[in-house]
């Protein structure tokens, strides 16, 4: 009850305070501005999961490699990824051009079959989508191999009694049930992802912080305009948050008796154990 207090009188303080200048924050919500900002955000943070969870299935399968090529080519590149910060990736990706000003591709010791102007091939989203989305995979890859490595043994050497090859074991047999423990936190690296992408601002991509600071940098309603980018952070989250709660239900399905509460669900709950009861209101 003391904790219902403090925060109500909380919630009170921030609504009343004139500082915080909420009718600025209204006037601004929807703008186009904003909204351009918002999809910028979102497609990042789409494209870039993307990738990072297809790099990191690759990952964690050529981790499970008995070949030492092979799983030492994927050991080093997530001790790489997770060993320098992905400010410093985006930074290196934004200004790849000072390495490599033209990028060719084709088959090693073949001449190139492409050709291709690094500034125009990799501008400013393509390099916040590579930076994010590579330094994902390599923590990705840690997610996945954990879901593997949870996988009962015995299920692998079943299929491979039955004539599976080890391709066939992985995507049949592993996989579907390691989704079950590589689901939660996959949610937790999406709601995190969302919230990585203003690093992308260092960059000068106009996404949903950036939009926000070129504005309060134009009419100095600074924190009204910070409110704004917290406030739709805060929204995309919730609307992950609840996606999430349904898809991990869905692969708890037949493994547990009881399947986990969807957010809603625990709202629910938590709003009846802060409601009165009914003998007090007759009272």
């Not at 009188?9 to 501005?33: C, L, M």
């Amino acid at each position: 009850m003391v904790l219902l207090i403090v925060a109500v009188e909380a919630i009170r303080s921030i609504i009343k305070n004139p500082n915080f200048k909420w009718h600025v924050v209204g006037q601004f919500f929807t703008t186009n501005a904003v909204l351009k900002g918002l999809l910028v955000t979102l497609e990042l943070t789409v494209l870039a999961m993307v990738l990072g969870i297809t790099i990191g299935v690759i990952l964690a399968v050529m981790r499970q490699s008995p070949s030492p090529i092979v799983a030492g080519s994927a050991w080093l590149y997530i001790y790489f990824f997770r060993a320098t910060p992905v400010l410093v990736q985006l930074l290196f990706w934004n200004n790849i051009t000072a390495l490599y000003p033209r990028i060719s591709i084709g088959i090693p010791f073949l001449p190139a079959a492409f050709h291709g102007n690094a500034n125009v091939l990799i501008s400013t989203f393509t390099a916040g989508v590579l930076g994010l989305g590579l330094n994902e995979g390599a923590y990705m890859a840690e997610i996945v191999r954990a879901g593997i490595l949870a996988v009962d043994e015995g299920q692998i050497e079943a299929a491979q009694s039955i004539g599976m090859s080890r391709l066939q074991t992985m995507r049949l047999i592993v996989l579907p049930q390691a989704m079950r423990v590589i689901i939660p936190p996959t949610g937790n690296e999406t709601i995190s992802m969302l919230k990585t992408t203003s690093l992308v601002s260092v960059i000068s991509l106009q996404e949903l912080l950036f939009t926000v600071q070129i504005i309060y940098a134009r009419n100095f309603l600074t924190i009204p305009l910070l409110l704004v980018a917290s406030l739709w952070y805060m929204v995309v989250t919730t609307v992950l948050t609840v996606g999430q709660s349904f898809i991990e239900r869905h692969y708890a399905a037949g493994s547990a008796r009881n399947l986990p509460p969807t957010f809603l669900q625990r709202l629910r709950q938590a709003l009846i154990h802060i409601r009165p009861p009914k003998e007090t209101l007759q009272r």
